[in-house]
């Protein structure tokens, strides 16, 4: 009996230990972290711009490719939820206009300096002498945190400048936890297009200088005992961000370094809070009651993925549908005279592209592509990939869009110069530089540009003609644009999407006869990347484009 009782304790033992291993300890060894954060860095960057840096770096360490930002995916909301373990909600930096003497939203808890606590403070209070730092690209990232907190805080507008500075700290000072952040990325998403070649060109510059931050780890000596980590606060899309798309609101993170898992792909849902809780976990701190974010715990050795984590549908890869998308631009295209070509790709040999030409979700029962095909009239093509375990992708969709050329078509257009406009002028005061017939509601880079006056990027276009309503009802019109606009059917303003904004959509109802009715549609351009979208639905039409075949410039 007695045997059989120290057999039984020492299960018990065992098992708590177990237990104890898995759920309560930390990273042994781990005395510095370097955390470098790349503005508007995509997971598509990473994966299609030349960065042999971060590919060793993912191949000898951890990656999550789908890390989701907090919304708006903007530049503020996300760095001070990577910094401070919780969302807008409760640090409320909802935007970035947010300033500590102007917020309409107060933090749920604030510390000393008014903000809602950050990782800088939480390091401080458990290491009073560690050496703390920040070098940051965008000044604006400076507001985020607490100035006592760090050792070392400074700022430079050239991106060389800041890793030079940065990497300097590092060998000089070997700190116990740096923070650097990098803008020239989005910088590149801003003014080319996220997807465009200088914004890969500016990925691979984001590499390079990755390398030369890793190089200063080496030189400083401490590179047995550094955990890296590289993040960003969003991706893009177009010219832009802020949008709730994967595009934007999906970033990657890479650990490297110690105790950190070789080759592992984190399961576990990931968000950008939880950066500020995984950086606590690794120097052994217990974070903040009021962070929401946990830590990643599996991506260290000696840590699994969480117990009960849901293993659901997985979303596999979306089919590609040609034309592919472009910037904002959708996937199709304009085709005058012509029949379209539809083409459909998917990334995964084993899985089987579904689709409809009828505007409806395609889904386990729909035709399977097996070969490109033509369409000679306006159509909407959706598809979506299959695989064998019953995952599906998310949906693609390819507007494409057919009409015969005659002296009827398209609508006027009128190109006006502004300046330091933040809403629509009254366009009905002002004269027109250019004018032209345009065959769709479209901004073409390549004429709007040159029509730009140098160094100024405020400008505003008019269209105005007829739309040919076929069915009566009720139809819905919708606008996504960068800046403002507005939209008027036979006079009426039918949807308002002013005011100075990334790509933002808007839409309402309105009831139509059949025959041609009048259509206006007003945009402007406040600063930098420019965009505008008009959708429509209504009885017997899907949601797609209003295409050119129902547009004309007279009556």
């Known amino acids: 009996m007695k045997r059989i009782f120290v057999y039984f304790f020492c299960v018990v033992l065992l098992i708590i230990g177990c237990n104890d291993a898995n759920n309560t300890k930390h990273p042994k060894g781990i005395e510095h972290i370097v955390i470098i954060g790349i503005d508007g860095l995509s997971p598509d960057g990473i994966r299609t711009a030349s960065t042999p840096v971060m590919d060793k770096m993912i191949v000898n360490g951890t990656v999550k490719w789908d890390v989701r930002t907090v919304l708006p995916s903007s530049s503020s909301p996300n760095w001070m939820s990577m910094i401070s373990g919780a969302g807008p909600e409760q640090h409320g930096v909802i935007d970035n206009d947010w300033e500590k003497t102007d917020r309409s939203l107060p933090p749920v808890i604030m510390d000393d300096e008014d903000i809602f606590p950050t990782i800088f403070q939480v390091i401080r209070n458990n290491y009073p002498n560690g050496k703390i730092g ?19 805080d400074t700022t430079s507008a050239s991106v060389d400048t800041t890793v030079s500075l940065f990497t300097d700290y590092i060998k000089n000072e070997k700190p116990l936890f740096a923070f650097i952040q990098m803008d020239h990325v989005d910088h590149a998403g801003h003014t080319y297009g996220h997807g465009s070649e200088e914004y890969y060109k500016a990925v691979s510059k984001a590499d390079s ?44 993170m890479i650990f490297n370094g110690k105790d950190v898992k070789k080759g592992y792909k984190v399961q576990q849902p990931v968000y950008t809070y939880d950066l500020a809780a995984t950086i606590a976990f690794a120097l052994n701190i217990t ?73 409806s979700e395609p889904d386990s029962t729909s035709k399977i592509f097996t070969q490109s095909f033509e369409v000679d009239t306006t159509t909407v093509v959706k598809a979506k990939c ?21 002296n009827d078509m398209g609508l006027n257009a009128s190109f006006f110069t502004g300046k330091d406009w933040k809403v629509l002028p009254s366009f009905g005061h002002l004269m027109p530089e250019h004018n032209w017939i345009s065959n769709e509601i479209e ?20 269209f105005q003609g007829y739309i040919d309503i076929k069915n009566p009802g009720k139809y819905t019109f919708f606008i996504s644009s960068d800046d403002g606009s507005r939209l008027y059917i036979d006079g009426k303003e039918v949807v308002n999407n002013d005011g100075s904004h990334g790509v933002v959509s808007k839409s309402d109802d309105i009831e139509l006869t059949s025959g041609k009715h009048s259509i206006v549609v007003n945009y402007f351009n406040a600063e930098g990347g420019f965009w505008l979208d008009v959708f429509y639905e209504g009885p017997g039409v899907t949601k797609q484009i209003v295409p050119a075949n129902v547009l004309s410039h007279t009556k």
Not at 216 to 241: F, R
Not at 386 to 406: H, P, Q, V, W
Request: aromatic share 10%.
């Open 134 to 152: 920040a070098v940051y690209n965008w000044k604006g990232f400076g507001r985020l945190f607490e100035k006592k907190a760090v050792n070392y």
């Open 209 to 252: 200088l990755i390398g030369k931050i890793v190089e200063g780890i080496h030189e400083a000596g401490i590179e047995e005992n550094t955990l890296v980590i590289i993040t960003a606060d969003h991706g893009g899309k177009g010219y832009g961000h802020g949008g709730a798309t994967p595009e934007e609101a999906e970033i990657a």
């Open 287 to 359: 974070p903040p009651y009021a962070w929401i974010g946990r830590p990643l715990k599996s991506a260290f050795e000696g840590f699994s993925e969480p117990s009960n984590l849901f293993n659901g549908k997985k979303i596999i890869a979306a089919p590609v549908i040609y034309p592919k998308a472009h910037l904002y631009q959708e996937a199709g295209g304009l085709y005058l005279d012509t029949p379209a070509v539809v083409k459909i790709t998917s990334a995964d040999a084993k899985s089987v592209i579904r689709y409809t030409l009828n505007g």
């Open 386 to 406: 299959f695989d064998s375990s019953g995952n599906e992708s998310l949906t693609s969709t390819g507007y494409f869009r057919i009409a015969k050329s005659n």
């Open 443 to 462: 901004l073409d880079r390549n004429q709007i540009l040159p029509m730009m006056q140098p160094g100024n990027d405020v400008f505003g276009v008019v």
